[in-house]
């Protein structure tokens, strides 16, 4: 892995944390939460300007959204906060940057 890809490999995985980080501390907080992961998901979708990655983060929003809502209208698990169909407002962009920013980390690993 060259230098380069060292830096951004930090810069995706410094996202990752301070993610789950916003999640732990404003999951209470619905409407803040997701203005906050909707002004990151905008930002990093424009920093990184391809219908690709665009098509990743509302695939993972949708698909992941109902998996887990199907989930957690059966009880297997619950949200301390829910607003919609058993899940917080923000859970679509929390899905919907996972996939990104997993992708983005595959590419550095693999050299592409």
């Given amino acids: 892995m060259k230098d380069k890809g060292l830096k951004w490999l930090v810069v995706y995985l410094l996202i990752v944390a301070v993610s789950v980080a916003i999640v732990s501390l404003l999951y209470k907080n619905n409407m803040l939460l997701t203005a906050v992961l909707l002004i990151g998901s ?3 979708l ?25 989930t957690a209208y059966s009880g ?12 917080p407002l923000w859970l679509p ?20």
């Fill in 76 to 87: 297997a698990w619950h949200y301390s906060n829910p607003l919609f169909f058993n899940v």
């Fill in 42 to 44: 905008f930002g990093l």
């Fill in 93 to 112: 962009l929390a899905w919907g940057l996972s996939p990104v920013v997993i992708a983005k980390i595959a590419e550095i690993i693999v050299g592409k």
């Fill in 46 to 70: 424009k920093m990184l300007n391809k219908r690709f990655y665009t098509c990743i983060f509302l695939t993972g929003a949708i698909i992941g959204s109902v998996a887990d809502s199907i």
